[in-house]
């Protein structure tokens, strides 16, 4: 079970850049992740083999509006989203982070729930692309990495995630046990390499897309 890409060809491939955002990123943010500060220049490392190579590299936000229609059960999840003061559009909070490698051009999409294909065009946008390989990185593994990935094999791409270019956080314990954001991410990536994408480190994804 699970499946190895040999190549990857840089013509039909897309990098999608997870919601690294300051509510994400940023020291004491209501979401924070310091293990995605902390690999931020892993993943700006890939993006910058990815535009080197012509590689389309496209960036997600996961934004509510502040009136709270969209917000559906992540009002019911997060109680940051639910007070507002995490991850609602317009505010700094829901701005990439500023050490990002996001370039002038560079698509952004804007999405509210975890996966970046749902209520989005990103699906259009990839097949107008002539995308085959969507690869993804970012925060968080477990969330919006694993549905987006998980959401690109349901639409027949191939699905490939760089183990050392995501991250998440701590979980606490709700009635089933704590995990730390290191056995999270483990875990995430242990499932995906099973029944959804090839997960890979960076290194292996840049000597796979560089191979001719």
């Known amino acids: 079970?699970?499946?190895?890409?040999?190549?990857?060809?840089?013509?039909?491939?897309?990098?999608?850049?997870?919601?690294?955002?300051?509510?994400?990123?940023?020291?004491?943010?209501?979401?924070?992740?310091?293990?995605?500060?902390?690999?931020?220049?892993?993943?700006?490392?890939?993006?910058?083999?990815?535009?080197?190579l012509g590689v389309p590299v496209i960036f997600t936000a996961h934004v509510h509006r502040a009136d709270g229609s969209d917000m559906g059960r992540y009002a019911d999840l997060y109680p940051p989203i639910a007070q507002r003061v995490a991850l609602i559009d317009g505010q700094p909070g829901a701005e990439l982070y500023g050490d990002v490698a996001r370039e002038p051009g560079d698509l952004?999409?804007?999405?509210?729930?975890?996966?970046?294909?749902?209520?989005?065009?990103?699906?259009?946008?990839?097949?107008?692309?002539?995308?085959?390989?969507?690869?993804?990185?970012?925060?968080?593994?477990?969330?919006?990495?694993?549905?987006?990935?998980?959401?690109?094999?349901?639409?027949?791409?191939?699905?490939v995630v760089l183990s050392d270019a995501c991250a998440t956080y701590d979980h606490p314990d709700l009635g089933h046990g704590a995990m730390s954001a290191a056995e999270v991410h483990a875990a995430t990536l242990v499932v995906l390499a099973q029944s959804t994408a090839d997960v890979m480190t960076s290194v292996e994804f840049t000597a796979k897309i560089s191979t001719p």
Request: hydrophobic share 40%.
């Open 108 to 159: 952004l999409i804007k999405k509210h729930r975890y996966s970046a294909f749902y209520g989005t065009d990103l699906d259009m946008i990839l097949h107008g692309l002539g995308v085959e390989t969507v690869v993804t990185v970012g925060v968080t593994t477990e969330d919006c990495v694993h549905a987006t990935a998980r959401d690109a094999m349901f639409r027949d791409y191939h699905a």
């Open 1 to 52: 079970m699970g499946y190895r890409l040999d190549r990857i060809d840089p013509a039909h491939t897309a990098l999608i850049v997870i919601d690294m955002q300051h509510d994400f990123l940023a020291p004491g943010a209501a979401l924070e992740s310091p293990e995605g500060r902390e690999m931020l220049p892993t993943l700006n490392g890939v993006v910058a083999d990815c535009r080197r």
